[in-house]
């Protein structure tokens, strides 16, 4: 009798451990089926964002071109020298000097004779005077040429205030200084009789003009650096000859520099100036800001061959952030941001009748909830109303 009820315990132990297991793994096999299939509503930060490969450039730029078939008699710098501002670059092969030099001779020879006819001036000084005039001329034209691009540098921000006052100034004193030569000629000239003086004149002028003319070639037979920088492009060896509408001589600014992505037309619509501009890589992000945005869309052709319409968007590079020209970094435009907002996985959120639904996993039930969205990016959505913090929703099905 007590081998039987033995028995009976046994059964019934298996029994209950059975129905335990199953029981337990019904359970299990519950909770195991949604892992890896749900997300939880959070609060958080979302961005709508444009996503490009921006370039390093510089704002200043300055590609020399020679308009005829010279040969370059000197040649100064090679590829990735720094320059000067004022420094040399080259210089192509001319005899102006030899004929500014003729032509100072010709004046020589008209005072000799001025002195022969006119008693009582020295012709001698009022040459002197008069050539004096010229150059004064010839260098506040060449100043307020540099003046008007100064100007327009400054304008765009590419240069300092100090570079731009200091072109201003020096135009204010070669004009001061062309008014006190002018003064000085007056007052030697007083008593020389009018006719010999026009016709005099008239000789001595003729010739400044040649030499302002040759000065000016003198000018252009040379290269100079507008700016301090660094040879970026030479398309010349000493000796050789230069290409019309070829560049020669390219200088870019180190020192000023600035990102520019391009950005399909249609996306370029949204962006403003002021704008966020996030450039980075896995390390570091740093933030700046867009400051142009190019008002007209140019055609270009993506790496599938699709012709495409982009807008330029550039960002002025801040000091102390080193970044060699030509450089690509990753950028990233914030088109729009809102903070401590309720946030829902996109996978989870699905149309229907033309109104939006996730589904909520409450008790092990799932049950369907219409939900109200707002900003939107390629992970997330904003929740704005039918959802709590926590919930937990399914984003596979």
Do not use: H
């Not at 952030?321 to 030509?326: A, D, S, T, V």
């Amino acid at each position: 009798m007590k081998i039987k009820l033995k028995k009976k315990y046994v059964i019934l132990t298996i029994l209950l451990v059975f129905v335990f297991i199953i029981a337990f793994s019904a359970l299990s096999g519950g909770q195991n089926s949604y892992e890896n299939k749900t997300s939880k509503i959070k609060s958080g930060t979302i961005q709508n964002t444009l996503e490009e490969t921006g370039t390093v450039y510089s704002k200043r730029v300055n590609t020399f071109y020679s308009d005829m078939s010279q040969r370059v008699k000197v040649l100064n710098v090679s590829v990735g020298d720094k320059v000067k501002k004022g420094d040399i670059i080259l210089t192509y092969e001319n005899n102006y000097d030899l004929e500014i030099e003729r032509a100072n001779k010709q004046i020589e020879a008209i005072t000799a004779t001025y002195n022969e006819t006119v008693k009582g001036a020295d012709f001698q000084k009022i040459s002197n005077m008069k050539l004096n005039i010229s150059t004064v001329e010839t260098n506040l034209g060449f100043a307020r040429n540099n003046f008007e691009k100064t100007k327009v540098l400054y304008e765009n921000n590419a240069i300092s205030e100090v570079e731009y006052k200091e072109a201003e100034n020096n135009v204010i004193a070669l004009e001061n200084q062309l008014q006190e030569a002018k003064n000085n000629y007056d007052l030697m000239m007083q008593g020389v009789s009018s006719n010999v003086k026009k016709q005099y004149e008239a000789q001595i002028e003729e010739i400044m003009v040649q030499i302002k003319i040759l000065e000016q070639n003198i000018e252009q037979a040379s290269v100079k650096a507008e700016f301090d920088g660094i040879i970026t492009e030479l398309n010349v060896n000493q000796g050789g000859m230069t290409q019309p509408g070829v560049p020669v001589v390219e200088i870019q600014d180190e020192n000023s520099l600035g990102i520019y992505v391009e950005v399909l037309a249609e996306d370029a619509v949204k962006t403003v100036t002021g704008m966020p501009f996030v450039i980075g890589n896995e390390k570091e992000n740093r933030e700046l800001k867009i400051n142009r945005i190019y008002p007209k869309a140019k055609a270009s052709v993506s790496d599938l061959g699709v012709e495409q319409k982009r807008v330029r968007i550039e960002a002025d590079l801040e000091d102390g952030m080193e970044f060699k020209i030509g450089a690509e970094v990753d950028v990233v435009i914030v088109l729009e941001e809102k903070k401590d907002v309720l946030l829902v996985d996109r996978d989870a959120v699905y149309e229907k009748n033309q109104k939006e639904y996730v589904t909520v996993i409450e008790g092990g039930k799932e049950i369907e909830k219409e939900v109200t969205t707002g900003l939107k990016n390629d992970e997330y959505a904003e929740v704005t109303s039918g959802l709590n913090e926590n919930e937990v929703v399914m984003i596979e099905y």
